[in-house]
């Protein structure tokens, strides 16, 4: 794997699944991978999860790593190109990124929507000038369009907690593929979702909730595509039987907060939240900022006074419509406005096994990496 930007970028994802319960078993086994190899992590923007969790994947591989806060210790860096560098940057990326790439042997970046121009943020400049000057695979940490590692995570944690796992290959006296061989031998589920014997679809809703601040997009777009391909892996005849990752995604979300196509076609979309609620088995709770789809000139905007939306909050009048369902959320997250505080410490909550999920979606990723060096 040389780019990890977009769910495709990984095949198969109940190969990725089942080599995710294999890294969780032990994933102390393929130190001799990383020897003598260097992770670099690029930080523009803050972070605790991605930081902490993307490190120990890395060290639990066998790697070094150096972690790079650009904007704490490092030259201010200019991006654009044809500006006369009179200010107070005083290094151009043009030139910053090559001599980092000198230094390691795998990058990974984050550096989120700047909402400066929804052109700039969508075609992921400032990413796309690592990937094309750093001469390394680079791994995306959270871009102005997406958060791979956390959608990695969810998914993760979702097939985990699905319902009733349906029958094995081993069970079914199937075998899809050699990741299936590998979950079975070792004695571990399929990993497949679904609920009950014939694989009926679990529901999981993603809802916009207020926030007092404008936030980038990405872990929304993220999280639907991802929740996308996992529905889409099979056609519906064979979901839960074939070896279908049986899931039935909902979106909600107030008018306006439309997110792009390109993350989110084919996915349902209901504006009432406690119809989209009903049944629910997972609900996955983000605030995100206006996309600019509908409008482009409201791209990264908060469309309403949030204190006109705290109807939007989950709290238990919401997950009492559901099938008792799991609460996730990517954190941080702003109690009492995403949430509320019942909610997210209920036995319900999945936010802490979801951000441990993070060092094994950054491990399968930095494995398969370094397995293509
Ligand atoms: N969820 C997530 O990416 O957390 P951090 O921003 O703390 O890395």
Same mark, same amino acid.
């Given at each position: ?174 075998? %899809?593929?050699?990741?299936? &061989? +590998? $979950?079975?031998? #070792?004695?571990?589920?399929? *990993?497949?979702? /679904?609920? =009950?014997? @014939? ?22 777009? %993220?999280?639907?595509?991802? &929740? +996308? $391909?996992?529905? #889409?892996?099979?056609?519906? *005849?064979?979901? /839960?039987? =074939?070896? @279908? ?129």
């Amino acid at each position: 794997m040389k780019i990890f930007q977009h769910v495709s970028d990984l095949g198969d994802l109940r190969t990725a699944l089942a080599e995710a319960a294999e890294v969780k078993r032990d994933r102390y086994q393929w130190q001799h991978l990383g020897r003598n190899k260097t992770a670099l992590l690029i930080f523009f923007n803050n972070s605790l999860r991605t930081r902490l969790s993307t490190q120990k994947a890395a060290v639990n591989l066998g790697m070094n790593v150096i972690v790079l806060d650009v904007n704490q210790g490092a030259w201010k860096l200019e991006t654009e190109r044809g500006v006369i560098m009179d200010g107070d940057k005083s290094e151009h990326l043009l030139e910053a990124i090559p001599v980092m790439g000198s230094y390691c042997d795998i990058i990974g970046v984050r550096s989120f929507a700047r909402f400066e121009s929804r052109q700039d943020d969508y075609e992921e400049k400032i990413l796309n000038q690592f990937i094309r000057y750093s001469g390394r695979p680079v791994f995306f940490m959270e871009s102005a369009t997406v958060h791979p590692l956390q959608a990695f995570a969810d998914l993760i944690t979702i097939a985990e907690n699905s319902l009733t796992p349906v029958p094995s290959p081993k069970e079914r006296g199937v075998y %899809s593929s050699e990741a299936d &061989m +590998i $979950a079975t031998n #070792n004695g571990n589920h399929s *990993p497949l979702l /679904g609920r =009950g014997a @014939g694989g009926e679809a679990i529901k999981v809703v993603m809802t916009w909730a207020p926030h007092p601040r404008a936030l980038p997009q990405a872990v929304p777009n %993220s999280f639907a595509e991802w &929740m +996308i $391909a996992a529905a #889409n892996s099979v056609t519906p *005849p064979q979901r /839960g039987v =074939g070896g @279908g990752l049986a899931i039935d995604f909902v979106i909600t979300h107030p008018e306006g907060y439309e997110l792009d196509p390109q993350f989110v076609q084919g996915a349902r979309v209901e504006y009432d939240q406690m119809k989209a609620f009903e049944g629910a088995d997972f609900v996955y709770a983000k605030n995100w900022s206006c996309p600019g789809v509908t409008r482009p000139e409201d791209y990264g905007k908060v469309l309403h006074d949030y204190h006109t939306m705290m109807d939007w909050c989950v709290s238990a009048r919401q997950m009492a419509v559901t099938n008792d369902a799991h609460f996730m959320h990517c954190l941080p997250v702003r109690r009492n406005m995403i949430v509320t505080d019942d909610v997210i410490e209920g036995p319900r909550s999945l936010v802490i096994p979801e951000a441990a999920n993070r060092e094994i979606s950054a491990q399968v990723v930095l494995k398969r990496m370094l397995e293509s060096l």
